[in-house]
């Protein structure tokens, strides 16, 4: 029912930025919450970012300070602009929707962000 298309990943050096694009599409129903986990090899997933339909923010630390979470409602699409990259940044970054009291829940297929020191 819910499509969810990552875009903006990429390679990029330490102190760089880069803005990842998740564009939904289908039945995106209130309330909700968009955000973006990110998994590096042999870890867990992890949250970074997430939004709620009614503005909300929540940041990992590891992130607060230099990355952004927004979105567009008129288009469906969610971003993060992430800014003073670091290698540890590096990771699929997964775009991810909550409809939340409904036990729904939609993933992307993920994004590869490599951070280079």
């Known amino acids: 029912q819910v499509q969810l298309v990552e875009s903006g990943g990429g390679l990029v050096q330490a102190g760089g930025s880069l803005r990842l694009s998740c564009a939904a599409s289908?039945?995106?129903?209130?309330?909700?919450?968009m955000g973006w986990y990110r998994q590096a090899p042999g870890t867990q997933r992890e949250s970074v970012a997430t939004?709620?339909?009614?503005?909300?923010?929540n940041y990992a630390d590891s992130v607060k300070g230099r990355f952004t979470i927004s979105r567009d409602y008129l288009k469906n699409t969610v971003y993060l602009q992430m800014n003073s990259l670091k290698p540890e940044d590096t990771a699929v970054y997964y775009c991810h929707l909550d409809h939340r009291g409904f036990g729904l829940n939609y993933w992307g297929q993920g994004t590869q962000v490599t951070v280079s020191s």
């Open positions: 289908g039945s995106i129903f209130r309330p909700n919450a």
């Open positions: 939004m709620t339909s009614d503005g909300s923010t």
